[in-house]
């Protein structure tokens, strides 16, 4: 890679100059620095003044088949192209399609998950007819445009479609007989953004998505008895619900205490829908990345709700829809509504941004905008856990519009991190380090495969296997957190609100990211982006000797691993007393391969230990040094 000389240059004067501004570059790939020539992006942290994304305001009527667990719908899109660019071609993403047998598929599947996908019946762009040949549509299809769309012109799409909902359900699909989750269900237009142009990747099952800030409108048919639970606002609660069950469920939006809004009883007893043979819930959800629902009838329905903005004093919805002899489900709103206190208060500390979170249960721990499907377990603890963690996406993707198909450490990085943290205050500090090193270091740094060491910044596509997992959760969490350490809480989380200020509702990028942390803390922390995301490092010190002086003690401690991490001098004195002295991620600046440590006392020492706490190392025996 050839460096500008003004660069090289620029480098050398603040080095003269003395003052501890690093100027590393980062890598910059071509798409980005293009975009950034463009005006859409820039190295500040900022958007550029020529940024865009375009938008699509959805209109969608489902239905839901239980006998046939066929889904049908029709919609129409009112697609703006905010580009300066003329659209030629438009791509249709449904990733559904990942039931198909033909589909690009991450892991081997079975059977019950496979199905024929989607079958769009109809299909019109501006009234101009189009059609689709289903049958070789993957998760994504390019439509060749009869008119292109200008910049700046909005596009009114209709689409009829329909698909079956698969028996084995993966982050959708058929819960029990009666108990649907039904997520994705809709054909939308694909992402087409600044710096890469159409998203075109496949879904594979194991990188998540990546999506517009839509607006949307969703009515949902289902058979009378069967409830639907939503993202957005419900808002015809009487015209689906029996008159008792909606005054609960109104209740509940200013209720602190758990309401059981619907219980097994009556839904047995076809108290709680209205009689209609079919009755349509409508939904209305703004600004937001996708749409989703669940379906049952037969679950239990919970309420309460949590005030999320002090300031304000403005409330969240908190529900939850689960099989009644699921025992930890039972605790799920109570435990929401603890989760979005801590989350709009604590870490991240921004007021969380919707107005209902619904915790449905199924089989998938998986993510979407104001829900979470969940899978039961014994271990009240880890479902706790789980639910925490899915809840913290909020932010990161769905605050943040990130594009977490190539870039998934930029959301769950931060999901991790925020289950840590809200752990320590759940459980206690002990709890969560055992918990964190278990779940989500051990099994990165015990396994000596180079496909563990794969750089951060590898687009998450490019990546497979552990090497996928760690990168997306380990290592980046590992880094966010080295991070906090080096910053301070304080300044960490002013650096943090900058980005999440500057980007929310947006699609930031990891140099975006980088820029931003720069920016909001003032400092320039190039070298350690560089350390986490650009290199093949991992967790290794070494406390490679030790010399005794009069009154002094010096360590020289390597770093072959390579990381910045933080760490503790634990040092055990012939008297039995210790001391413990911690080095931020700081100390590795300047030289990333070795330091030198003098620790200065008037007693002997009998032992010396290097303790990274999370950040478990890979060879733990030479961190320790016994005086003979
Ligand atoms: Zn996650």
């Avoid at 009556?266 to 209205?274: A, G, H, P, Q, Y």
Wanted: proline share 5%; hydrophobic share 35%; net charge negative.
């Amino acid at each position: 890679m050839q460096k500008s000389l003004l660069a090289l240059l620029s480098g050398c004067m603040i080095a003269m100059g003395g003052v501890t501004v690093s100027a590393q570059e980062l890598y910059v790939p071509r798409n980005v620095k293009k975009a950034i020539e463009k005006g859409t992006r820039t190295l500040t942290g900022k958007p550029g003044p020529n940024y865009w994304q375009n938008k699509g305001v959805y209109d969608i009527q489902v239905k839901v088949t239980p006998e046939t667990r066929i889904v049908s719908g029709q919609e129409t899109i009112q697609y703006t192209n905010n580009s300066p660019d003329t659209l030629k071609m438009i791509a249709i993403r449904f990733v559904n399609n990942l039931h198909k047998p033909i589909a690009p598929r991450s892991h081997i599947t079975s059977p019950d998950f496979l199905d024929r996908g989607l079958e769009i019946t109809e299909m019109s762009i501006d009234n101009q007819s189009y059609i689709i040949n289903s049958e070789r549509m993957g998760t994504v299809g390019a439509v060749r445009l009869k008119s292109p769309i200008m910049p700046h012109q909005t596009a009114s799409l209709k689409i009829n479609w329909n698909y079956p909902l698969s028996k084995q359900s993966g982050r959708e699909g058929q819960i029990d007989s009666t108990t649907f989750y039904v997520a994705y269900s809709y054909p939308r237009v694909s992402v087409y953004d600044d710096y890469n142009g159409w998203d075109m990747l496949d879904h594979s099952d194991r990188q998540e998505f990546y999506n517009d800030f839509n607006d949307y409108n969703l009515a949902v048919s289902v058979p009378k008895n069967y409830v639907v639970w939503a993202t957005g606002d419900l808002l015809n609660p009487d015209e689906v619900l029996q008159p008792e069950i909606a005054a609960r469920l109104k209740r509940s939006y200013t209720s602190d205490e758990v309401i059981h809004i619907a219980d097994f009883q009556e839904m047995m007893d076809n108290k709680v829908t209205r009689q209609n043979d079919w009755n349509t819930w409508k939904f209305k959800a703004d600004h937001i990345t996708d749409i989703c629902f669940g379906t049952s009838k037969n679950y239990v329905w919970d309420g309460a709700s949590v005030i999320v903005d002090p300031k304000t004093g403005r409330r969240a919805s908190v529900q939850a829809a689960f099989n009644d002899t699921a025992k930890d489900f039972h605790h799920n709103v109570a435990w929401a509504q603890h989760s979005l206190h801590y989350f709009s208060t604590q870490w991240p500390g921004v007021p969380y941004p919707f107005s209902k979170m619904t915790s449905f249960q199924g089989y998938a721990d998986m993510e979407y905008p104001m829900m979470v499907n969940d899978g039961t377990t014994p271990e009240l603890k880890f479902s706790q856990m789980v639910q925490d963690h899915e809840i913290a996406h909020t932010y990161f993707p769905f605050y943040m519009g990130i594009n977490e198909t190539r870039y998934a450490y930029m959301d769950e990085g931060w999901a991790t991190i925020f289950e840590y943290l809200i752990g320590q205050e759940e459980f206690g500090k002990a709890h969560a380090d055992s918990v964190y090193k278990m779940f989500r270091v051990a099994g990165y740094i015990k396994d000596p495969s180079a496909e563990e060491d794969q750089p951060i910044i590898s687009m998450s596509t490019q990546v497979s296997g552990a090497g996928y997992g760690h990168n997306s959760y380990g290592k980046a969490s590992l880094s966010y957190l080295a991070l906090k350490d080096l910053l301070g809480d304080q300044l960490f989380k002013k650096a943090l609100h900058y980005y999440m200020d500057t980007w929310n509702g947006k699609h930031p990028i990891p140099w975006d990211f980088f820029g931003a942390m720069n920016a909001g803390s003032g400092k320039n922390l190039n070298w350690f982006f560089q350390n986490w995301f650009f290199t093949n490092n991992y967790i290794d010190i070494k406390l490679a000797s030790v010399q005794k002086g009069s009154g002094t003690y010096t360590l020289t401690i390597d770093n072959p691993g390579g990381f910045a991490i933080p760490f503790d001098i634990i040092v055990t004195y012939q008297d039995g007393t210790t001391s413990t002295r911690h080095q931020t991620p700081i100390t590795w600046k300047e030289n990333q391969a070795q330091q030198v440590i003098k620790i200065t006392t008037k007693k002997n020492i009998s032992k010396i230990v290097l303790d990274g706490n999370l950040f478990m190392d890979y060879t733990p025996e030479d961190n320790v040094w016994i005086s003979n």
